[in-house]
């Protein structure tokens, strides 16, 4: 392995995104071509950044909803069910 591998962090992928939801308590949107697609993120802290910005920007709109989707989970599911404790598609 090459020392710059070694030195650069592996890009754990996170998309945010978000839309205004048709009921607060469940994660149906009212128009999936309306959704806001905040970016893909190469972290979580990036990604919680975007997340926290977009959502401070809806604020006053109580059905808008921002989320973080972990990518490198779903890219990966092998790495996940190797987790202790973790179950795919639990």
């Known amino acids: ?12 992928l996170h998309l945010v995104f978000g839309g205004e939801l ?3 308590e469940g994660i149906e949107f009212t128009n999936l071509d ?10 979580y802290a990036e990604a919680y ?8 920007k809806s604020v006053d709109n109580a059905s808008m909803r921002y989320f973080i989707v972990h990518m490198h989970h779903l890219l990966e599911p092998a790495a996940l069910a190797g987790r202790s404790g973790s179950k795919v598609g639990a």
């Open 34 to 43: 309306g959704l806001d697609i905040v970016g893909i993120f190469p972290n």
């Open 49 to 56: 950044a975007a997340w926290k910005s977009a959502a401070q």
């Open 1 to 12: 392995m090459s020392a710059d591998r070694e030195t650069v962090p592996k890009q754990l």
């Open 22 to 24: 048709k009921d607060l």
